[in-house]
Nanobody, 116 residues
């Protein structure tokens, strides 16, 4: 498995921005794709965005345009830029990595709270 450590969460006012980071313990060459998910209290974990090793991106339709995923392969890090945040974006945000040899790995999560 891959150890993933998220950071960058916190408290922000509605309309503000945050950038989350997720650092992977293994080389990007062993990872096929990395993604971001979130889970609000009392709700199921939901997909936000995913980026493959070839750079292909896909997003949850409802978040496209406000959230952007990017990677820095030299740093084995994936980012989630979140703009125009809304109170309903409040959740724990999780990083995920998928690879043929490593399987699926999850980070411990970082909390994002958006105040109105």
């Amino acid at each position: 498995q891959v150890q993933l450590v998220e950071s960058g969460g916190g408290l922000v006012q509605a309309g503000g921005s945050l950038r989350l980071s997720c650092s992977a313990s293994r080389s990007a060459f062993s990872i096929d794709a990395m993604g971001w998910y979130r889970q609000a209290p009392g709700k199921q974990r939901e997909f936000i965005a995913r980026i493959t090793s070839s750079g292909s991106r896909n997003y949850a339709d409802v978040l496209k345009g406000r959230f952007t995923i990017a990677t820095d392969n030299a740093k084995n890090t994936v980012y989630l830029q979140m703009n125009s945040l809304k109170p309903e974006d409040t959740a724990d945000y999780y990083c995920r990595a998928d690879g043929p040899a490593t399987g699926t790995s999850w980070g411990q999560g970082t909390q994002v709270t958006v105040s109105s």
